[in-house]
């Protein structure tokens, strides 16, 4: 009410950035073209203009069906293990973080989830967010995950990319690299489908 009352104002910027883009992009778009028309000096409505527009364009190639993006992060040791490595598996990609408690939580259902289909073409790749390498290490020694650890060098390159602000975030990959669902927290409808998938 307050954005449809101001939205002739940049003030306006305030509550639009509030709002979930995804959802309201129908809402927002044609109030920010307005205002970065009006106030073409405000360099912060262009900005946000276009980070939306950038989300909208990378959320239709995070569909399902589509391609995996192409990524690769360090292990501990340096070496790079990417997306592209699990191509023939079903895979599922974690991000999390040290510091993440339900991230945490989730590993020991995932590692279930591991254990049951490891020997039928399943893997998991973990990629941290973390910005402390050493709380990196520790939460890793203290979980003991016995697939893939990689560590993201800019986190935010990486949540824009995978279009995710809350984690666990797990994206599941189908034999062909092909995008099945992604989950913001953990799921019981990951197990469905993997259970679907290997029982063909």
């Known amino acids: 009410m307050l954005i449809r009352a101001y939205q002739d104002r940049p003030v306006a910027l305030a509550g639009i950035k509030m709002l979930n883009w995804e959802k309201n992009q129908d809402f927002i778009m ?3 073209t307005n205002l970065k028309a009006k106030y073409p000096w405000f360099t912060e409505i262009a900005e946000h203009k276009k980070k939306v527009e950038d989300n909208i364009a990378q959320a239709k190639l995070l569909k399902p069906g589509m391609p995996v993006p ?3 992060y360090p292990d501990v040791n340096g070496k ?3 997306t592209a490595d699990y191509k023939g598996k079903y895979l599922l990609i974690d991000f999390w973080a040290s510091w ?3 991230c945490r939580q989730a590993i020991p259902k995932v590692r279930a989830l591991y254990d049951l289909y490891k ?6 790749l973990s990629i941290s967010i973390d910005t402390d390498r050493k709380a990196w290490i520790k939460a890793m020694d203290d979980e003991q995950m016995p697939w893939a650890q990689t ?3 800019d986190k935010n390159k990486t949540m824009d990319k995978f279009l995710f602000s809350g984690i666990p975030t797990l994206y599941l990959i189908d034999r062909e690299g092909k995008i099945v669902q992604s989950y913001t927290g953990y799921s019981t409808d990951l197990e469905a489908k993997l259970k679907e998938a290997f029982s063909k």
């Open 70 to 72: 192409v990524v690769s």
């Open 100 to 102: 993440c408690g339900p």
């Open 30 to 32: 044609p109030i920010l």
């Open 151 to 153: 560590l993201s060098p």
């Open 80 to 82: 790079n293990i990417g």
């Open 119 to 124: 020997e039928k073409g399943f893997d998991v």
